[in-house]
């Protein structure tokens, strides 16, 4: 299998090597011949308009639209989860996503880049070190949506930040920026190779 991960801006290298580490082969996508090629993709972090321009700018919106409607497995962290989502709150004006998950997803809903932060989730029934840094939240889903993983936030509020609809993963932290496998282990055991 191979497990393309968008190339143009954000945290790309540390995902492909997460891929490496659970033993899959991952491979750079900055172009639609490369999108042609892979079996799954990934929407790494790093700045959601910045990521969503230069996929204008290199004419991936389309394919990457057209590859996520036909079923291609598709994960996004951060930046990522914001470009999934069907729905944005405080998007910039004319922001672009890629869409595929019933949900409205809120950009740097935890704060400013001071306020980023580290916290203990439970993720499919393991305790995961999460890493919020500018983070989105979730802040409704539709039916076919599930919440995997939630935060509460110091008015008591829960939020999702971890979704999946389908064959699309979503978190709003970034389990590459640390050296546990198990979303990166989830998404391709559980979301891709069951497809």
Known sequence: MKIGVLALQGDFREHLHAIAQCGEVGMEVRRASELDICDALILPG???TAIALLAH???LI???RARIETGMPAYGSCAGMILLADRLVDGAPGQQTFGGIDMTVRRNAFGRQVDSFESTLSFNSHNLHAVFIRAPWVEDVGSRVEVISSVTTSDG???PVAVRQSHL???SFHPELTQDQV???YFIDEVCKSR
């Open 46 to 48: 790093g700045e959601s």
């Open 183 to 185: 979303v990166h282990r």
């Open 157 to 159: 509020q829960s939020h």
């Open 62 to 64: 389309q394919p990457i």
């Open 57 to 59: 700018n290199y004419d």
């Open 169 to 171: 993963l979503a978190t």
